[in-house]
DNA sequence: ATATAATTGACAACATATTGTCATATTGAC
DNA sequence: GTCAATATGACAATATGTTGTCAATTATAT
């Protein structure tokens, strides 16, 4: 069996979303460095920060594409930190809610004054209707596959 | 400081990268498991197999948006394992040219065949225009990225 | 040709992420 | 309401990936 057209440039598309992930985590690391923070503690502060409600720590990981054990850790450690807080979760005994501190806030308050810039210039010389395309696509392609939890 | 359009709209697309990038290593472990491999070792067999010539093991993590460090630890454990050969490089006294077994091409030749199906058929329903889109951008995002080594 | 810079393999320390398992809590079928 | 299935936190083992460093090799500037 042969890929059919669509089939080659959706492979393409996967080899690029895992090289572009190490690529991006890289540039993450280096805006977030001089916070004490990293690209995976950064993304769990904007699962949290996209949200309208508080998160437990199962919901940031299904956001995220991630298991709900590497998120877990990270959030562990965070609270140790100071980064994180629990409250109590009606709905739940065990799974409390995750939320910012006032120091998790300011640091993500100057990391977005970082990010804001830096998405803008890299988005300058691209078509805004194949950014729109390629968001879509990307969507749809995650919404077909399965989480490992 | 505010997004511009197109700058929310690529950092929607960098959240649904990473999203997406462990959603996507899921669904190759479940493809590679009965394998004796995994994504993470069947990306270094794909780098390799789309070169039209043999690589390197800095040239692998080129490709694949990696450090070289860990390229190179997956490239040694599977030259261990009976997948990878390296052989000598006329350019360069140390660093070997990484090749394919006869196990590995016989691993590859089943896996491609488990994975043409499942890409013609997760893009069956996806706009060829878009999914073209998808690509140019991703590939653009790509090269205004550098790497961490 | 020589000196300097960049590349590469090797090794170690650490960060991140998956898988497996268990006990507890919640949900849903009946 | 009861019971099975599912979801969750906790913990451990392992795989994957980055950063830092050093010595050896290659490339580059002069």
Redesign the interface.
Known sequence: ???????????????????????????G?KITETNGLSSARW?IL?ALA?STTPLTVSQIAR????TRQAVQSLVNIMNKGGLLDFIDNPAHKRAKLVCFTTKSQQIYAKLD?E???W??Q???H?????????????????R?????D
């Open positions: 069996m042969k890929h059919t057209d669509k089939g080659h440039i959706f492979t393409e598309i996967v080899l690029e979303v895992f090289k572009l992930s190490g690529l991006l985590i890289t540039e690391d993304k904007g996209r956001v995220m594409g991630q004054a990010q804001i810039p998405a803008n890299q988005s300058g691209l078509d805004k209707t194949e950014l729109q395309a390629t968001l879509t696509i990307l969507k749809k392609i995650s077909g596959l399965s989480y490992s």
